[in-house]
């Protein structure tokens, strides 16, 4: 899996940037469909406590997954898009799994995720 890392607003250090890399690789035990993360980490300034901004898009095969989220230091919101990602990845799996065997979503409630 390939990781990319943006910081436009400042430089990114190397701690943090260990940091993302050492996490990313939890992706790797929930799906081994995913081509490449992509961070984007922002500084709000609308904001002076909870200021840092993670993105996280997941490039799969067909949709790509987003996570968005803002925390008070950047390990926090990277830890957070992390986690908002491996829920996306299961709910996916879980509907893929229920339209194959079932033929349907409706029995488990995720018809308005398919739209």
């Keep these: 899996m390939k990781t990319i890392i943006q910081s436009p607003d400042f430089d990114a250090s190397p701690e943090l940037i260990d940091f993302i890399e050492k996490n990313v ?8 469909r ?3 993360a992509e961070f984007i980490l922002k500084l ?3 904001e002076f406590r909870n200021n840092k901004v993670c993105e996280l898009k ?3 095969p067909g949709n790509d997954l987003f996570a968005k989220k ?9 830890t957070a898009s992390i986690d908002a990602a491996t829920q996306q990845i299961g709910r ?3 509907t893929k799994r229920a339209l194959k065997v079932y033929g349907t979503t409706t029995y488990f409630g995720f018809e308005d995720d398919l739209r």
């Excluded at 690789?25 to 081994?32: A, P, Q, T, V």
């Excluded at 803002?70 to 990277?78: K, P, R, S, Y």
Aim: proline share 0%.
């Design 25 to 32: 690789e939890k992706l790797s035990l929930f799906s081994d």
């Design 34 to 36: 995913v081509l490449a």
């Design 44 to 46: 709000d300034e609308a």
């Design 58 to 60: 997941l490039v799969v």
């Design 70 to 78: 803002q925390c008070g230091t950047f390990e926090e919101a990277v």
């Design 92 to 94: 996916r799996k879980y």
